[in-house]
């Protein structure tokens, strides 16, 4: 007899996972600050973030994970305080704390730093319209911070493009979009492109978006299928070959204070994540090789 499916499933997953535990993680030569972002909700993005972080930090990287978003869902899944009050980057921004004084190891991911958010974050952008240079208040307070530390930094933004996204879009070398495989996901990524260039142009010209994952996909549809084909036709160069598969237990692993490297560490979600931070990882060696050349 031949195995049945879900043995099939697990053969495959165990030699993936072994190809994965084999892989040399490439160190980028400079630290990368990226932001993750999308101004829809419900793509995945901050799952994207503490998992992609995550998974780097277990191959062997430093990673600082910045929370940008008032609703502090990527401090919850590294189990990181962040109720009112707490220390945090709006403290940053708003020039009372340092860097280092708000920065917190997550408990369960060694090589995991945290800035948590707190809902303090939510007034921040009515409070700092007047600010002077109110931009690149974040890009000030990371200068004066030593993240020569760190092989990555992701911020983590909230799902709109408001002054809060906009400092975090100065403060950064590139930007990862999380974009789910969904009917309208193309308009959107053609809207949220638009406005990278438009920021770029006026705050940041090294700004650029680094790359493209997929997420929430089930190539059991059509659908998913004719997305994911669209998404690579339209911007071949920069989408990841890794996507990250609609899962019940990546939508379960926050509510335990865990990574899906953590909570279900053999499971689809997990497996992944690892390939997209390696696939992330070989795209910035490949980067710095081209800015040798050049």
């Known amino acids: 007899m031949g195995e049945t499916p879900l043995a099939d499933q697990m053969r495959r997953f165990d030699a993936e996972l072994a190809r994965l535990d084999a892989a040399q993680y490439p160190h980028p030569q400079r630290g990368r600050v990226i932001a993750v972002a999308n101004q829809k909700g419900g793509v995945g ?4 973030t503490v998992n992609l972080a995550a998974a780097l930090a277990f191959a062997g990287m430093r990673v600082l994970m910045i929370d940008m978003d008032p609703q502090g869902n990527a401090s919850t899944a590294f189990q990181v305080p962040h109720s009112a009050g707490t220390p945090s980057v ?25 800035v948590p958010a707190t809902i303090d974050l939510a007034g921040a952008e009515i409070e700092l319209v007047d600010a002077p240079r109110r931009e690149y208040l974040l ?58 260039t438009g920021i770029a142009r006026a705050f940041n010209p090294g700004l650029r978006i680094s790359a493209i994952l997929m997420t929430m996909v089930d190539l059991r549809t059509t659908l998913a299928k ?29 509510s335990y204070g865990e990574t899906i490297l953590t909570y279900d560490p053999r499971g689809a979600g997990a497996i992944a994540y690892r390939k997209a931070a390696l696939e992330l990882a070989q795209r910035m060696e490949h980067d710095d090789a081209q800015s040798e050349e050049a």
Request: glycine share 4%.
């Open 139 to 196: 890009k000030h307070a990371l200068t004066g911070a030593n993240l020569r530390e760190y092989d990555y930094v992701f911020i983590d933004c909230p799902p709109s493009l408001g002054l809060l996204t906009l400092n975090a879009f100065v403060a950064v070398d590139s930007v990862l979009i999380p974009i789910q495989a969904e009917y309208y996901a193309l308009e959107g990524l053609t809207q949220l492109q638009a406005s990278i």
């Open 90 to 114: 709006y403290d940053l921004l708003i020039g009372q704390r340092q860097l280092r004084e708000i920065t917190v190891p997550a408990p369960q991911v060694p090589g995991v730093d945290v």
């Open 226 to 254: 004719d997305v994911l084909a669209e998404v690579h036709h339209a911007f071949p160069n920069v989408v990841l070959r890794s996507y990250i598969p609609r899962s019940v237990r990546l939508s379960e692993a926050p």
């Open 45 to 48: 993005k901050t799952t994207t």
